[in-house]
């Protein structure tokens, strides 16, 4: 079992920016592609974006391409999420999410582990 934990949420007013944090344990981390979901009141949960196990390997949904960088640090059993120029329409639970491989990284039925979600509101 992985556990994730993740961290770093809040309340901000549009075009601020926020820094999410999801620290892993109880598996090697570095063997995982991780991924960061959003799921907004109503809503499905959607992709926002993921990075390869070695952090060579980024890719994100256009609607945050630009404004959002994820990142991580093996070292620290830690990725994460800067949020900038955040719009009222990214408020949302935000999850952080791990699998084996990096193919079909925005399908969430791929991912094995989750987190249980922080909570991200931007204000008008």
């Known amino acids: 079992q992985m556990q994730l934990v993740e961290s770093g949420g809040g309340l901000v007013q549009a075009g601020g920016s926020l820094r999410l944090s999801c620290a892993a344990s109880?598996?090697?981390?570095?063997?995982?592609?991780m991924a960061w979901f959003r799921q907004a009141p109503g809503k499905e949960r959607e992709f926002v974006a993921a990075?390869?196990?070695?952090?060579?390997?980024?890719y994100y949904a256009d609607s945050v391409k630009g404004r959002f960088t994820m990142s991580r640090d093996n070292a620290k059993n830690t990725v994460y999420l800067q949020m900038n120029s955040l719009k009222p329409e990214d408020t949302a639970a935000y999850y952080c999410a791990a699998k084996g491989t990096w193919s079909t990284v925005v399908r969430s039925a791929e991912y094995d582990y989750w987190g249980q979600g922080i909570q991200v509101t931007v204000s008008s």
């Open positions: 990075i390869s196990r070695s952090g060579g390997n980024t």
């Open positions: 109880g598996r090697t981390f570095s063997s995982y592609t």
